[in-house]
């Protein structure tokens, strides 16, 4: 089956007058440089879910583990520490994003122990998992 028509539609019905209207996620307003690191942080997030997906369908399970680990699991977390505060979008985010975000890392990382066994129907099993903080941030806030 095609995702095509279905992201097509998603898009449409995304992309109209009222959908936009009726946004009703929580604006979450950073500082330009803190926006400007998230966004680029959820673009390397999807570029990293991308290559997970590739290796644990090529059965690539314990790779799949390394990369979940190394770019998206809690060995991440705090990589802004050394850029200036207003740069950093954690300290910026409300309480409860930043637990949804901490959640990810976690969730990230115990995918990432599961890949490591090599049993590639746990991975697969567990693969749903990995975005869920993920979908569950971007339905809750929103930035602009």
């Known amino acids: ?6 992201l097509g539609l ?16 929580q604006l979450v307003k950073l500082p330009t440089p803190a926006e400007e690191t998230l966004r ?4 390397d997030n999807l570029v990293a879910l991308n290559e997970i997906l590739t290796l644990t369908v090529s059965g690539k399970v314990k790779e799949a583990g390394l990369v979940a ?5 809690t060995s991440v977390m705090g990589q802004h520490r050394d850029k200036p505060l ?5 300290p910026h ?3 409860e994003m930043h637990e949804v975000a901490r959640q990810g890392h ?14 590639r129907e746990k991975t697969l099993a567990a693969l749903p998992t990995l975005n869920n903080a993920c979908v ?8 602009r």
């Open 10 to 25: 998603l898009v449409v019905v995304l992309s109209s007058s009222s959908a936009l209207a009726q946004d009703a996620r």
């Open 93 to 95: 985010m409300p309480k």
């Open 69 to 73: 680990e190394k770019k998206l699991g």
């Open 106 to 119: 976690q969730t990230a990382s115990a995918f990432a122990a599961i890949a490591a066994t090599g049993n």
């Open 1 to 6: 089956m095609s995702l095509r028509a279905p």
């Open 136 to 143: 569950s941030c971007h339905l809750a806030y929103r930035v």
């Open 40 to 43: 680029l942080e959820m673009r």
């Open 86 to 90: 207003e740069a950093r979008p954690g």
